[in-house]
């Protein structure tokens, strides 16, 4: 896959990440975007290198895209934790 296609599969990740975990975000639409797209390139990278998983060539590929909602979730997560609004 391309650059795009990852880009691509970034943003529907995201957006998936998004609706399996509702609720404000620090950074809104643009952050939770950047995020999708990050949390693809990571989960994509530790399914490669760690769960011995290669990525396929494939856009619609199934681990592929686990690998990427995945990866966008805990990056989804974390970044609610280090950044999210504090309760006063």
């Known amino acids: 896959m391309g650059i795009i296609s990852w880009i691509v599969l970034g943003l529907l990740a995201g957006a998936t990440a998004k609706i399996l975990l509702p609720g404000r975000d620090p950074g809104g639409f643009i952050g939770t975007t950047l995020i999708g797209i990050a949390g693809a390139f990571i989960g994509g990278w530790i399914s490669a290198r760690f769960l011995d998983r290669p ?4 856009f619609f590929d199934g681990a592929t ?24």
């Not at 990525?55 to 494939?58: G, L, P, V, Y």
Request: positive net charge; aromatic residues 10%.
């Open 65 to 88: 895209w686990l690998a990427a909602i995945g990866g966008s979730l805990v990056l989804l997560v974390a970044y609610r934790i280090l950044f999210g609004h504090s309760r006063r």
């Open 55 to 58: 990525i396929a060539d494939h």
